[in-house]
């Protein structure tokens, strides 16, 4: 658990401290043919935020298996946990050393300091090839007005499983997407959690879906999406 004398510079609100069962946690992991470095805060404040999911790596290896041309391009993740989707988003072009993607990693704000210090820890030595990540706050369905419609990704993984919240995050992807943008999702199919009635029902109203990854044995899809 990290502690600092000067409480503006904690790396979450004294709060989160409170709890004897808090403690982080660092990981390698080797997606896309790179070692990312991810720190993970486990507290009562962050929840789920804190883990990388399987559904992050599945959407990460994606990219390289489908030899997406990342370089250059406007790329925003939403409900980033821990950042590793942007950060790979943005170290992928690093490595195929063409043009910098310019990416944007969002999330609910107690989870920002622990995706900003995963940004930070990943820099290649040699600096992003365009502008290091943007970190920044945004709740679906409350404050995306103030953020552009001119992506071409918008990323997400296992962001879909509250049925309370899909109407906030169609109605942020539609925004996103208002300059053609292309939704790539990987979520564990949940049946509890109504993962397959959002794509089968609540993001067709707006959206051409498509399933583009299958994966049997861990049961993740991974579904892409451009508004209708």
């Not at 979450?12 to 946690?25: H, M």
């Not at 939403?78 to 590793?84: D, F, S, V």
Request: net charge negative; proline share 5%; hydrophobic share 40%.
């Amino acid at each position: 658990m990290m502690r600092n004398a000067d409480p503006e510079l904690s790396l979450f609100p004294a709060d989160c401290r409170l709890f004897e069962d808090s403690f982080s946690a660092e990981n390698t992991y080797r997606v896309s043919g790179q070692n990312i470095i991810i720190h993970q805060y486990y507290c009562a404040n962050l929840g789920v935020s804190a883990s990388v999911w399987d559904s992050a790596l599945h959407l990460c290896q994606f990219f390289e298996k489908e030899s997406l041309d990342l370089s250059g391009k406007r790329i925003i993740e939403l409900g980033a946990g821990t950042g590793l989707v942007g950060i790979v988003a943005a170290r992928l072009d690093n490595l195929l050393l063409s043009s910098g993607a310019q990416v944007t990693i969002t999330d609910l704000p107690l989870a920002l300091a622990q995706i900003q210090s995963n940004v930070e820890c990943n820099t290649p030595l040699s600096g992003w090839p365009s502008v290091a990540p943007a970190v920044l706050p945004l709740s679906w369905g409350r404050d995306h007005d103030s953020f552009s419609s001119s992506w071409e990704f918008v990323l997400g993984a296992d962001i879909v499983y509250m049925p309370e919240t899909f109407p906030l995050l169609l109605d942020t992807l539609a925004h996103l997407c208002k300059d053609g943008a292309v939704v790539l999702l990987a979520s564990p199919m949940r049946r509890e959690h109504g993962t397959q009635d959002f794509y089968n029902t609540v993001l067709p109203q707006m959206f051409k879906v498509e399933l583009v990854q299958r994966d049997p044995e861990s049961n993740i899809n991974i579904y892409k999406a451009t508004l209708r």
